[in-house]
């Protein structure tokens, strides 16, 4: 069984902190990752996807991947209270996604 | 370009009925994707849809269907609706093709069965 797992959370950071999130999965296989924002009472927001090991970089995003650990990360900079949501990783193997129970974070003002 | 949109929006039905949701992709996506979310158990793939055949399925009981239309707009089917299928039910669409399959989700529909 395919399995993406997350720090559980919830993290609460300080304004203008890094905030760091992370993800494992099980399936070696895997081929594309992503990360979305979740904001209470809407439906998920695609922000980041990563398909190669290394850093991508988008504005104050930065995905991280290490496929031999079976890792992958967000990092987000200068944390703003508006980045105040549950973030889900998802793994996408065999054109279907599995998503981690998500982590919910809290940017403090 | 339009969003992914679903409708209805919100729905209350009563144990036993069963209820058809919509879904209409972003244009010139081919693929719709169905989850289901719920606070113990997080987002959960139903199936997927591409050019009009399903082509991934999770593990959801029969009573659960859906289908594609030639404009790729999806329909989701529950039969025989129970309490636990109290939820938001999510759709996303994807362009279906290559290899990168970033999903878009629309708002939701929000399912009370009561």
């Known amino acids: 069984q395919k399995e993406v797992e997350q720090n559980s959370g919830p993290l609460s950071v300080p304004e203008g902190a890094i905030a760091s999130l992370n993800c494992t999965y099980s399936d070696r296989v895997s081929q594309s990752f992503f990360w979305y924002r979740q904001y209470s009472g809407k439906s998920p927001e695609l922000i980041m996807s990563i398909y190669s090991n290394g850093d991508k970089e988008d504005g104050r995003f930065t995905a991280q991947l290490n496929k031999a650990s079976q890792y992958v990360s967000l990092l987000i900079r200068d944390s703003q209270p508006s980045d105040s949501a549950t973030y889900l990783c998802?793994?996408?193997?065999?054109?279907?996604?599995?998503f981690g129970s998500g982590t919910q974070l809290t940017v403090l003002p | 370009k339009a969003g992914v949109t679903q409708t209805p929006r919100y729905l209350i039905k009563t144990r036993g009925q069963q209820v058809t949701l919509s879904c209409s992709p972003i244009s010139g996506h081919r693929s719709v994707s169905w989850y289901q979310q719920t606070p113990g158990q997080g987002l959960q793939f139903l199936f997927e849809y591409f050019s009009e055949t399903q082509r991934n399925k999770g593990n959801f009981p029969g009573r659960f269907s859906g289908r594609q239309f030639s404009n790729s707009r999806s329909e989701m089917n529950v039969s025989t609706l129970e309490l636990g299928d109290s939820a938001l039910y999510l759709c996303?669409?994807?362009?279906?093709?290559?290899?990168?399959?970033?999903?878009?989700f629309g708002p939701g529909t929000r399912l009370t069965v009561t």
């Open positions: 998802a793994v996408c193997s065999a054109r279907q996604l599995t």
């Open positions: 996303a669409s994807s362009e279906g093709g290559g290899s990168s399959y970033e999903q878009y």
